[in-house]
C-alpha cells in the first residue's frame, strides 16, 4: 500500500527509519552482532543475569517438568504452581501483603491504570514517564495532567487546582528511563498523603539495582511503605522476562478481577516463572549485593570518563547514561562510528525522545570489565569530535 511505502520514505528522509540489530550470542557485556564480538552498552540487563548458569538451570528445570507453554490466562486454566511460587517471592522482595504477574511492563501500566482510573477521576504523570503510562492513562478516559518532570511545585499546584474532583492519581517513573534520573519520591508521598491521592511507581528501572537486596528506588527513598502500587519488571535488573505488581492484598485482588491485561492474556511460560525466581534468590543474597557494588563502581567510572571529556549526561545519578547529541542524523553517525570500533551504543530518536534532544543511551553492566570501559570511553571521545559532539 502507498501508505506504508510514504510513511517508511518520510521516515528515511527524517533519520527516523529503524531497523533491527541481530543478537547471535547470549545477553552479556560482550555479544556477537553480524558476526563481530562488541561490547554492548544498550542493554537492560544490568546486573548480568540474563545468561547465569542459576537462571539457566532452573528455566531448563522447570521446562522439563512443567512443558513450554501455560497454555491458557491464569483465570481459565493457565495458573500455575510456578506463578503462585513467583508470587509469593516478589511479595516478601518487595516486603508487600501480596503481588500479581504481567507478562510485560506495559502491559501491567496499561492494565493497571486502566483498572483503577475512568470518567471523573484525574492521573498526574510526569512529563517523562515511559510510554505505557501515557498509553494506560488515555484508555482509562480519566482526566490526563502531565506535570513538568519532577516539578513537585507544579504538581501541587495542579493538584490543588483540581481537589475533589474524582479520585486522585500521581503516577511516575522510579528511574526515568532516557534521562537516568530519579524521581523525588519523598516529596510525592508527602503530595499524596496532603490530598489523599493514590501513588504508582513503574520501577522497571530500579528494580534489582537500588534500595536493599535491590527492592527499587522507593526503597532507596525509605518511602516503599508508602508506595500503594509498585510495579517493576523481571526483564531488566532481574534478568527474566514479564513484570509484576506489588502491593496490598485487597489491591492485587482487585486488579485480578479488573486489570484487562492480566484477565486477557496468556501467562507466563514455566521457564520463565522459574528463571524469575531464581533471580530473586540471586540479587537478594551477597552475590547480589556484588553485583550491585560492581555496577555502581561501573558506573562511577564510565560517567565520570564521559563527563570529564565534556560530554552532557544530564543529571543521571544511575546505569543508565545519556549522551546528549540533538540532531537524529548525527545521533545514527555517532553509533556507526561507535560500532565501527567494537561498541554497540544505540541512538534514541523521536518519538521516543522529544525532537532535537537524541541520544545514546547508554548503559554500564556489573559485568563490564574496567578496562572495557576505559576503552569505551575512549572511543566515544574519538568518535565526538570526529562529528563535533565535543
Known sequence: MSFYRDSLEELIKSDLYRSLKQVESAQGGRVIIDGRDVLLLCSNNYLGLADHPQLKNASISATSLYGTGSGAARLVSGNMTLHEELEKCIAIFKKCESAILFNSGYSANIGVIQALAGRGDTIYSDRLNHASIVDGALLSRARYIRYPHKDVTALRALLETHKGKGR???????????????????????????????????????????????????????????????????????????????????????????????????????????????????????????????????????????????????????????????????????????????????????????????????????????????????????????????
Open 168 to 390: 486522585q492519581f500521581i503516577v511516575t517513573d522510579g528511574v526515568f528511563s532516557m534521562d537516568g534520573d530519579v524521581a523525588p519520591l519523598r516529596e510525592l508521598v508527602a503530595l499524596k498523603n496532603e490530598f489523599d491521592a493514590l501513588l504508582m511507581v513503574d520501577d522497571a528501572h530500579g528494580t534489582a539495582v537500588m534500595g536493599c537486596n535491590g527492592r527499587g528506588s522507593a526503597d532507596l527513598m525509605g518511602v516503599s511503605d508508602q508506595v500503594e502500587i509498585q510495579m517493576g519488571t523481571l526483564g531488566k535488573g532481574l534478568g527474566s522476562f514479564g513484570a509484576y505488581v506489588a502491593g496490598s492484598a485487597e489491591l492485587i485482588d482487585f486488579l485480578r478481577n479488573k486489570a484487562r491485561s492480566f484477565i486477557f492474556s496468556t501467562s507466563l511460560p514455566p521457564s520463565v516463572l522459574a528463571a524469575s525466581i531464581a533471580a530473586i534468590d540471586i540479587v537478594s543474597s551477597p552475590e547480589g549485593d556484588r553485583l550491585r557494588s560492581s555496577l555502581e563502581s561501573n558506573r562511577v567510572l564510565f560517567s565520570g570518563l564521559l563527563s570529564a571529556a565534556g560530554f552532557n549526561t544530564l543529571d543521571s545519578s544511575t546505569q543508565i547514561i545519556p549522551v546528549m547529541v540533538g540532531g537524529a542524523e548525527q545521533t545514527m553517525e555517532f553509533s556507526r562510528i561507535l560500532f565501527e570500533n567494537g561498541i554497540f551504543a544505540q541512538g534514541i530518536r523521536p518519538p521516543t525522545v522529544p525532537p532535537g534532544k537524541c541520544r545514546l543511551r547508554c548503559t554500564v553492566m556489573a559485568t563490564h570489565s574496567k578496562a572495557d570501559l576505559e576503552v569505551s570511553a575512549s572511543k566515544f571521545v574519538e568518535a565526538g569530535q570526529r562529528i563535533g559532539v565535543i
